[in-house]
């Protein structure tokens, strides 16, 4: 069964319409491969701003560009990485903490350079599990973890210690909000958290939906200095995505917009910004230990404290 799932997304990659002269795709060139196991945590103080369907097709554009990625749907309440890429696989990690399935087993590679771990309620059993397990499910997820160039965690939405102790084990983290004020004030919510916690995280800010590119860099500039009044951390503005409907049209078709329109605006600046984020891969700091390693010891701090 889930290999006709991964049948199905390995013919939409190849299905996927050229660049035509007229309408061409901005491309930046690849940069050279750079150290395994960079993560980068995806997440937004409000719900409805884009973020799953921002990071699915991030994943894509990374993979386009032959960094082996590897998605981690993280949304512990409404996991949907699935839902918007068209599959139905009969496992997820849920299946692993109960000792049912290996990690390799629950794990979707769509191709050489994409694979995706659905994600399930059963995550938060890691801080209930037994030491012996739970040093087994370590071990396979820093075994899967190190097979991939890059690891991309699409969390839940809000603040919730669940997110929280996702979004607080990544050392990179990438922000979504968009220009909607309700937005705006629950993604400031998320900084100020990972400002008490940790302060030391390589934070990306994306404004989502926006209008123009003038609205986009009006939001961020307000934000930020708003941060740089009141925090301590440090954030990057590093694009925007217009309002598309091709986006809207690709979700209905439980079809990602990065392969069904390549040629729309909303691809057009996805790859911009796959591009912005390879091109400071040596900027980004990576803390001691694999993601999921410190994911556990995140775990262990806040829900036995």
């Known amino acids: 069964m889930m290999g006709d799932q991964a049948e199905k997304l390995r013919e939409l990659?190849?299905?996927?319409?050229?660049?035509?002269?007229?309408?061409?795709?901005?491309?930046?060139?690849?940069?050279?491969?750079?150290?395994?196991?960079?993560?980068i945590v995806v997440t937004s103080g409000k719900g409805g701003v884009g973020k799953t369907n921002i990071t699915v097709n991030l994943a894509l554009a990374f993979a386009k560009r032959g960094r082996k990625t590897l998605l981690f749907d993280a949304d512990l309440g409404m996991a949907n990485v699935d839902v918007l890429m068209g599959v139905h696989p009969p496992h997820s990690i849920a299946d692993v903490l109960k000792g049912r399935k290996t990690l390799a087993e629950?794990?979707?590679?769509?191709?050489?350079?994409?694979g995706i771990v659905p994600g399930?309620?059963?995550?938060?059993?890691?801080?209930?599990?037994?030491?012996?397990?739970?040093?087994?499910?370590?071990?396979?997820?820093?075994?899967?973890?190190?097979?991939a160039e890059l690891l991309l965690v699409d969390t839940?939405?809000?603040?919730?210690?669940?997110?929280?102790?996702?979004?607080?084990?990544?050392?990179?983290?990438?922000?979504?909000?968009?220009?909607?004020?309700?937005?705006?004030?629950?993604?400031?919510?998320?900084?100020?958290?990972?400002?008490?916690?940790?302060?030391?995280?390589?934070?990306h800010l994306l404004i989502n939906m926006a209008e123009s590119e003038t609205e986009a860099r009006s939001v961020a500039s307000k934000l930020t200095?708003?941060?740089?009044?009141?925090?301590?951390?440090?954030?990057?503005?590093?694009?925007?995505?217009?309002?598309?409907?091709?986006?809207?049209?690709?979700?209905?078709?439980?079809?990602?917009?990065?392969l069904a329109h390549p040629q729309s605006v909303a691809s057009r600046r996805l790859n911009l910004l796959a591009g912005s984020l390879l091109a400071q891969q040596e900027e980004a700091k990576t803390a001691s230990g694999g993601f999921f390693s410190r994911l556990v010891g995140q775990i262990f701090r806040r829900d036995r404290s």
């Not at 319409?17 to 196991?37: F, L, S, Y």
């Not at 629950?106 to 994409?114: G, I, K, P």
Request: charged content about 20%; aromatic content about 4%.
């Open 13 to 39: 990659v190849r299905r996927a319409p050229k660049v035509t002269k007229e309408e061409p795709v901005v491309e930046i060139p690849a940069e050279p491969a750079g150290p395994a196991g960079r993560t």
């Open 120 to 147: 399930g309620s059963g995550v938060t059993e890691l801080a209930n599990l037994e030491p012996a397990m739970l040093d087994s499910i370590v071990q396979q997820l820093g075994q899967l973890e190190s097979q």
């Open 225 to 258: 200095m708003i941060v740089e009044r009141f925090l301590t951390l440090k954030v990057q503005y590093i694009g925007c995505i217009e309002k598309d409907p091709h986006v809207s049209r690709s979700v209905l078709q439980q079809s990602p917009f990065f």
């Open 156 to 203: 839940g939405a809000g603040i919730s210690r669940n997110v929280m102790n996702f979004v607080l084990a990544g050392s990179e983290i990438l922000v979504v909000t968009t220009p909607e004020p309700t937005a705006i004030t629950d993604a400031y919510g998320m900084l100020k958290e990972i400002d008490a916690h940790n302060p030391e995280a390589h934070v």
């Open 106 to 114: 629950v794990t979707m590679w769509v191709n050489e350079s994409l």
